[in-house]
């Protein structure tokens, strides 16, 4: 079997998707780029496993399929998010007034903190 994985976000862009969630605490798209980078390292993994002959192929054939087929679906899912969010797609963005948003609720719980 190839591990025929076709990204369209990179490592890097992933790590930036997350790290906007981080800073404007939106951790929906966060979490679906997190879960893409734990599937390739899962998908990275079985390939090592496929390497070596004295495992069964079947069961990390198996495994490196159904990945291939989540992390589609996920990126698929990613692509949806940014766009009903109005994400800037080259620069993976967050828009202004989302942020804005998230400031003020953040800034509003802090107020209701004892």
Sequence with gaps: MKMNN????SD??????????MIYMCA????????????REL???????????????RVHETIAGFS???????EDCLEEVIQLEH???ETLEMPSDLRERLVQEMLRDDNLSP
């Excluded at 076709?6 to 976000?9: A, K, M, P, V």
């Excluded at 990275?44 to 495992?55: D, F, G, I, T």
């Excluded at 291939?68 to 996920?74: C, D, E, Q």
């Design 43 to 57: 998908l990275r993994y079985q390939s090592a496993c496929l390497a070596k002959p004295e495992n069964d192929r």
């Design 87 to 89: 994400w800037d797609r």
């Design 12 to 21: 890097a862009e992933l790590d930036h998707i997350v790290g906007q969630g």
């Design 6 to 9: 076709r990204e369209r976000f």
């Design 68 to 74: 291939i087929a989540a992390h589609a679906a996920l």
């Design 28 to 39: 929906c798209p966060a979490q679906v780029a997190d879960a893409l980078r734990k599937l």
